[in-house]
């Protein structure tokens, strides 16, 4: 049974979900800070002595986030690497009764769950910092920005408040910015951390399994929706080893006739190799998000995946739809940050306008369906 980084989509959700509720409650409470006395005279006063109370819970939200999020990703580690185990055996069942056996005995991989459960907290420690000074500066220049309009003449205190709300609300809490300038919001990078982190899981607790049973080649499947990232190396053989060039190796066949075994001849087939599964990661196979899956490749049983039919829809429309989503949340969390019933209309009208746009773009490609969790922003499913 093919292993592939989808498999872990469902654990990397449930994380996504802790850090969309997060955010929610981090701008609610934002809000709650700055609409406080809004219409008083001394509003400017009053923000000032009530910045240490929003430091204090932001900073509780955030190692409540950390806790809970730490022990979710250990358990989606733990999972991700039993479910690539299982797929690992599932495929060895044309192999020899002792290494199938072994293979079903190899341990659960606690040091290798262990090591990616610390390279996650490495990556997404510095996080947790930054949502405390996030909030904390958006506050500050919100209360800026909005005591200084009104004697400026440009705009009410309330309108200057909810111009900067919004655009915090629009962008996102901003938890990343990668080495291209590309900002991740918080939830965002999170689940793309855990996507990247599971599926590694998984290859590895499959990848560990094979290599117990002696098997040292894999093979990459076709998908129908194939990214640039990845498109070389569709249907291509791997070995796990360090080898670095493409050649062609001969390699004992994986079922022996009765009539060989025990005698000096071996039989052999003939396998073109196209790199290691390390190179192929390096270069970008098994991103997040990636469709593909990798299976056991065994000489002289294993047959390559056809090739898929193209299909109508195209990996630009699959993007297109992933950016829909990202609109539909922004206006979404719009809506939470309004200081008014005229805010909150306007922000819901957007978001149905972005829906509606959803509706005729899934209805327009036959290979895409609509995923409502994706367009939330909460944990109400």
């Known amino acids: 049974m093919p292993v592939s980084p989808a498999d872990a989509e469902d654990l990397a959700a449930a994380v996504r979900v802790l850090y969309e509720d997060a955010e929610l409650a981090l701008l609610e409470r934002l809000r709650a800070a700055v609409a406080e006395g809004i219409d008083s005279p001394l509003w400017a006063e009053i923000k000032l002595r009530s910045l240490g109370d929003l430091r204090a819970a932001v900073e509780r939200i955030a190692v409540a986030l950390e806790r809970d999020a730490s022990g979710l990703v250990a358990a989606a580690l733990a999972t991700a690497y039993g479910r690539g185990r299982q797929a690992a055996v599932a495929e060895l069942g044309a192999l020899e009764e002792g290494q199938r056996e072994q293979a079903a005995r190899v341990l659960p991989g606690a040091p290798a769950v262990d090591r990616l459960a610390a390279s996650y907290a490495a990556d997404t420690r510095p996080l947790y910092a930054r949502i405390t000074r996030a909030i904390v500066d958006a506050f500050r220049d919100i209360t800026t920005r909005a005591a200084a309009s009104p004697l400026l003449g440009t705009q009410t205190r309330r309108q200057a408040s909810q111009r900067a709300l919004d655009a915090l609300a629009a962008r996102g809490i901003a938890a990343f910015t990668d080495r291209a300038g590309r900002n991740w919001q918080l939830a965002s990078y999170a689940e793309m951390a855990v996507r990247s982190v599971t599926a590694r899981a998984a290859v590895e607790g499959h990848v560990d399994t094979l290599d117990t049973a ?42 022996q006739p009765a009539g060989l075994r025990g005698l000096l001849t071996t039989r052999t087939t003939q396998v073109r190799v196209a790199g290691s599964l390390a190179e192929a990661r390096a270069d970008g196979l098994f991103h997040p998000n990636c469709r593909h899956s990798l299976s056991a490749y065994l000489p002289g049983v294993t047959t390559r995946p056809p090739e898929h039919a193209t299909p109508g829809t195209t990996y630009a429309d699959t993007q297109r739809q992933r950016a829909i989503e990202r609109h539909i949340r922004r206006w979404k969390r719009e809506q939470a940050v309004a200081l008014d019933d005229s805010a909150r209309r306007r922000a819901g009208e957007f978001v149905r306008r972005w ?27």
């Open 214 to 255: 002696g098997v040292g080649l894999v093979i990459v499947s076709r998908a129908p929706l194939r990214c640039p990232l990845c498109a070389r190396w569709e249907g291509k053989v791997l070995s796990l080893s360090d080898v670095r060039d493409v050649r062609e190796e001969q390699h004992p066949h994986a079922v």
């Open 355 to 381: 829906q509606a746009a959803q509706r005729e773009h899934v209805a327009a490609h036959d290979d895409l369906r609509r995923k409502p969790a994706r367009e939330q922003i909460t944990g109400a499913r």
